[in-house]
């Protein structure tokens, strides 16, 4: 046996030979099949990724490692057998936490790309191995040796358990969230949304923002948590949900590439459509462009002369141009990185081959039309002409008989003079007899083509072309006639009266204006060369005529057109898809199920924390509310039906229809984002103005339900439940929404209010928006006195006035602060109220509701508040009250007023919200209504406008007023797990700086000081 | 089980009976008053305390997870490193306990102490009671949270107390591995690339603790400080059992 005298190496005596040579051996045999298993690996595949090289030669060098440890093992070397121990020690942890992580989630991407077997078929049998090494090397350690073998064995172990423990944890686990808020867990009423999914979920979180306003890794962590937590509660009832990081870019464009197959998929018609279109864009801008550039027609062909055949050439030009444009926008839309609106890209392509086919369509009328024009002129042609040449023939002996200004002077000017109207009287004669051949031309186009496009004729077509199609020849040759007729008419007057020399100065006058007689004439060869081009087209337009009129003029171009627009009839209705303007923009969340997939902004999951939270806060402070926004995201796309039907209701001021102001379309334009927040609660909005039937008739006897509310709201007959939600003013439109003029208020007339009363006892539940003044709805609150015994003092405003600093007794009215007062005192009894505690609710024109105990309802009703008044510096102030108060506002006195009680005023505790619900009657069904005294705190300009609590700040408006409407929705129709409200907020700390500074010497120094005086005590005793 | 107790019990006794435990507390509650009432501005630590601020003890929770990456290390560093150096390990090793008993002895005694420094906060508790409405479960969440962190570093720092016989170095590398798994991760999340970021994550203490924190009760943390505690009570048991017989 060979002796190692290696320093390094420890006696042999500390191995166990036999088994030594056994782990020896076996760690050579390991290693030479790792190496062949190398070899073999990269002759069988050839073509790997760069950098592969690198690592094949690693795993060569690692396991021809292992042959030479396992060489040196076998000669005694006792570190050899250290290195083969933490070699194979880690071989087996890394197989093992391979394998378990493969169990727990999936086989890792890479695997594929690195082999083709299972990755249980290679770490199965590594782990064994490993095993087997390890047995055998710990095995042949002997005394002390063993000891450290059993050591690393043990800590391998452990770290393996800490390890698999881990990775279980992380796949399964609890999570609870105890905070009251309960702001990290899931709301019950996303685990009733989630309940009702029953489709694979998929979420995409792309939180990748660098903005340090908004960066996407601080406020990632949180919408993991709640998506993992969301993904848990799906799996228990065997739904998959998938969550997807997106954090790289390589990430980013995996999904855009995995929305495109989405969106795609979704519109396979528009799909097909578009790549047909891109197949045949060639082809068709090739027949275009040959089309265009065929022209068979020479420059004096009869299409030039009307500009058809250059401005036929000149669009066909422009039509290839753009179809060329729009296949290149279309193949970039597609091959880009961005996912591709198919539907609107479908409808880009329809729109511009339509408009290719309009326009070939109209050149091909227009050159039908056209056509027509030889055909018009012939029959008149011969007549027109004589009448022209017998004109130009009188104008001829006209100008004969005037002579020119250098004749000599006639010798009897009177005799010429006469000679000369008897020529005008001829030429009269002849122009006026030409007119009417000219014109039977111009009416036998009726004006038609010729004038529908007289601008392209006038400037297409020389003058008297022009002139003789249209109407004009005619009535120049009348005119003409005329004004000869009437020049004859003023020579024969004028001639007794003159002298002879002013006769001949007539004469000579005459000459001189005879050379315009020239121009005349001139025109008149050109009418009669007119009516000859316009007669006889040459042979080439004559074949186009004949095309056209066989509707054949572009044949090559027309059927693929058909042929592609023809496809877009079988469309299917689709939503223009909007994600690309989501995924540019920072932090959203994708979420996708049945084949649709929306996205949940930033500012939904993280909206800007109210004002109320800490002072220290900065603006830009965010706070978490994406259990909220994902699971009402899930509601809008999974639920189908909607839950029940909200009628927004009032009424105008006349009772007669016919002397109603009618009503525009947006005619609830100041409650639109009520009725939005509903929608997306999933109920079906309408409106009902009292003057008219109830939309949705149903039978007015009341239904016996089976059990509980939601079914108690719907009468017989009727799938749906039924709210009425009773606004407090007549709607006003966008159209006459001008402060200037003003609407006429409605009224609540007590046929309105017996309306209302009719459906609600027949099954319908209300929710009734009423105030501080709204007197108009008087009719309503005598309704709910009398049938539910609540009483609504619209007649008195609740008012809150702050402490005086320095003096505790005395009160101090903030005026501003009366239009947005922070009431949040909610009960927690009311489902309504509870979730909306530390939310930022502001109210204003509030007016107290109490408990009549004096009304007798027809049935027993059970009366709820859901927000109080408690505090006793608030209370309610009646008109004259509040006049008082106004006026002194008014007089300078400041904005913070002093105040004290009334005796007309009312003092708390009375309440602004109430629920009341009331048991079945005979003819009257069992439901429920809600009453919220601060209707106009519910009005879109109320809810999305900043305001002024202090001169110089601005705050934000109140976030959570449209919960209290959803949640009354859902509490009326008996979805109380669906109630749920916007992100809450922890109570602050309220320390005045007086407090502050006598508190914190005391805990600062006061706590170290009681430690050290422990100190001193101990000490003490035990020298004692 | 009576062992592990009497050897605790000895340890805390031996802390209470030095001037060093008093101090430390004294140092402790100041630095936690100064936490509460002023934070630290230039290290973007807002106070916890005044007027508008959340009636909650959460932030001065996650200050204190930050501050007992030092301190654990430095309650620890003389349990086995002093009795090496003093040479009085030979008897403890000698006694009629296992390594076993002796490292959990010594662990709880540790933390016995602990809780006594965790006890001397609740003053704050009362505070923001007094002048707000703090969450009970954000509370008892924290404490718990302190209490499962406090368990892991304490046993980190037993770990090291068991590698060296000098104190200083055992708290420098007790202080080094707690860094690496808090301050260093959070970096890693913060910048590294993916899917570093997210492996960090995984094994940032302080990703766990934020649960805590937050006022959720979530297993993984529980697991996480769990089975690190163990892991590092086990090194600490295989490294003094070493010493037999090295």
Redesign the interface.
Known sequence: MAVNKNSQSAPTDQLNKPFARLAAAVSILLGLLGVAGVLVYVLTHTAQPAGSTLMHVAWLILFALVVIAGTNLLRGCTMSHRLLLVFWLVTGLLAALTGLSTLLWAEPAWWKTFLELPLAAVVLPVLVLAGVATTLLVLASAARLRYASMVIVSIAAAVLLVVVANLIAQKDYYRKDIETLGRYGLSDRTKRILQDIHDPVQLTVIYTSTDEKRKGADFRPQVLELTGEMKQALARQGVQMNIVNVTTDAERAALRERLRTEVVGSAQKQDKFINDFLAQADSLIKAIKDEADKSPLKDNAYLNAWGLGPGLTMNLEQTAEDLQKLKADISQQYAGGMVPDVTQMAKQVQTSLAAVRDDLNKAGLMIKEIAKVPAMVQPHKDAAAAAVKKSAEALDQLTKAIGKPDDAAPKDPAATLKEIIAAMRKVADAFTASAMPLEDISKADNLGILRANQQWASRSLDYATRSVVMKDPAEMQTEFGEQMKDNAEGLEAQLPKRTSEGQLSIIQSLRQEAESLASVASRQQKFLAALQSLSSPDEATRKIFTQAADAKLFPALQAPIDALIGQTADFTESKPSSLNEELSRDNVILVGIAGRTEAVPFDSVWPLRSQQGPAKDSADARVFNGDSAIASKLLTMTQKKPFGTVYLTYATMSAGPQDRPPMPQDGLAPWEVIASRLREANFEVKEWNLNDPFPDAEPTTASAPASGPATATAPAGSSKPRILVVLPVPPQSKVTQNPNIPLPPGFYMPEHAEKLRKEINAGASALFLAGFGLQEMNAVMEYLRKDWGVNVQSDRLIIAADRDEQDPRRLNLNWNVLSHMALNDFSDKSPIGKSLRSQRVLWQGVCPITKDESAKPPRSVTYEPILSVTADTMWAVDETHLRQLGEQFMSGQGNSLPVAFEPGDVRPPFDVAVQASCAKAQGIADNRIVVLASGASLTDRYLQSRWTPKPNQLADPPTSNADFVVNSAYWLIGKHDYIAAGPAQIRPVSVSQAQLHVIWPLMLAGLPALVLAAWGVVSTLRRR | MGKVLTLARRELAGY??S?M???V???F??VC??L??WGLPWLDI??V????????LRPLFENLAYIMVFVGPLLTMRQIAEEFRSGTVETLLTAPLTDAQVILGKFTGVMGFYLALLA?TI??LV??AI????????A??GYLGLLLLGAAFVAVGMFTTTITRHQVVAAIVGIAILAGLSLMMQLL??YA??PW??LA??LNVM?YFQ?FA???????A???FV??A??FL??SI?TL??KR?R
């Open positions: 209470f009976f001037p435990a008093y101090i507390g004294a140092l509650l100041l008053g100064v509460f009432f807002r106070e305390f005044s007027s508008g601020s959340e009636s909650s001397g003053p704050f505070l923001v002048f707000g409405q703090p969450d009970a479960g954000v008892v969440m999340v913060k690339p993916e970021s997210y994550s995984l990703t649960d937050k006022g959720v009760f979530d297993t993984r529980l697991v996480y089975s690190i163990g892991l086990f090194l295989k059992e070493s017989w």
